[in-house]
Nanobody, 116 residues
């Protein structure tokens, strides 16, 4: 069973920064895309950022220029550096990984709260 553990969330004032980390208990040879989703009450979970094995990244429009996703393949970790945080960034952030055998695995979620 693949497990993902997130860390780095918390409460921050608007304009501040947080860095989320996620470590996956999976062989680095079986990692494909990794990324982060965000969910707020009453809304569907939405993709925030994703990064391919080679480092190509995509971002949700509202976070472009503020968030940076990165990964460390040797450690099976993915990071999300969040700068210039806004109140609308508040939510539960979930990391995920796509395995080489086609399954998607999720972390338990971590709360990010931005006060205005």
């Amino acid at each position: 069973q693949v497990q993902l553990v997130e860390s780095g969330g918390g409460l921050v004032q608007a304009g501040g920064s947080l860095r989320l980390s996620c470590t996956a208990s999976i062989s680095i040879f079986n990692l494909n895309a990794m990324g982060w989703y965000r969910q707020v009450p009453g809304k569907q979970r939405e993709l925030v950022a994703a990064i391919g094995r080679g480092g190509s990244a995509i971002y949700e429009d509202s976070v472009k220029g503020r968030f940076t996703i990165s990964r460390d393949n040797a450690k099976a970790m993915v990071y999300l550096q969040m700068n210039s945080l806004k109140s609308e960034d508040t939510g539960v952030y979930y990391c995920y990984v796509n395995s080489s055998w086609g399954n998607v695995y999720w972390g338990q979620g971590i709360q990010v709260s931005v006060s205005s």
